[in-house]
């Protein structure tokens, strides 16, 4: 079945810089791999996603970038703001199931 | 709109009660799932539903029982709790035919002591 690694486990950069975090996944059939952002004490919220024919996909701050050869994406938040602390999930979609990472948390420092 | 409900947002079991956790979503949504979240383990799937009458297992549905009578309710019942079933359960739907874009409750808090 699917297997999916997320790095870092924290990640701590400062207001104003960009983060970067990674996952791999392990089922080559994967097709959509979407990212979620929870904040403390809620549920996760869909921030960004794409699909397997795609490489990269943007919006405004955030992006995410997609290598199926390497069977690698991350997601990408540049400007950095306070409000951008949280854990951040991403997961791989294959058949008919979702494989969650197991998450980031991300600390924006003043 | 409401979007995913959950009820209690946080409920303390004896080993060996039951309970049922409750989840509505007002999006007429035909997917809908549980999950539970570890710390540090990120998000397992227990079980999910694509429609009134049908569930499924997820990857983690010992010790759990779900029933889908309707498009808005997807309740979880757990028998005979057990300290393994310490966690926060999330609910969450998303459109017909599809895993994609799914929206999450605001979860409950369970501990089993």
């Known amino acids: 079945g699917e297997n999916v690694e997320q790095h870092p486990s924290t990640l701590s950069v400062q207001e104003g810089d960009s983060a970067v975090i990674k996952c791999t996944y392990s089922?080559?059939?994967?097709?959509?791999f979407p990212w979620y952002k929870q904040e403390l004490g809620k549920g996760p919220q869909l921030i960004i996603d794409i699909r397997s024919n795609v490489g990269e996909k943007k919006d405004q701050r955030i992006a995410v970038t997609l290598n199926k050869t390497a069977k690698h994406f991350s997601l990408h938040i540049t400007e950095t703001q306070p409000e951008d602390s949280a854990v951040y999930f991403c997961a791989a979609k294959a058949d008919d199931k979702i494989i969650f990472g197991k998450g980031t948390r991300l600390h924006i420092l003043p | 709109n409401a979007g995913v409900t959950q009820t209690p947002k946080f409920r303390i079991l004896k080993i060996g009660q039951s309970m049922t956790l409750q989840c509505t979503q007002d999006m007429n949504h035909n997917y809908m799932y549980w999950y539970r979240q570890d710390p540090g383990m990120g998000l397992k799937l227990i079980y999910y539903s694509v429609g009134a009458g049908i569930t499924d297992k997820g990857e983690v549905p010992n010790g759990y029982n779900v029933s889908r009578s309707t498009t808005e309710d997807f309740p979880l019942r757990l028998e005979l709790a057990a300290p393994s079933q310490t966690s926060v359960y999330f609910c969450?739907?998303?459109?017909?035919?599809?895993?994609?874009?799914?929206?999450f409750g605001p979860g409950t808090r369970l501990l089993v002591l």
């Open positions: 089922d080559s059939a994967s097709n959509y």
């Open positions: 969450a739907s998303s459109h017909m035919g599809s895993w994609e874009t799914q929206y």
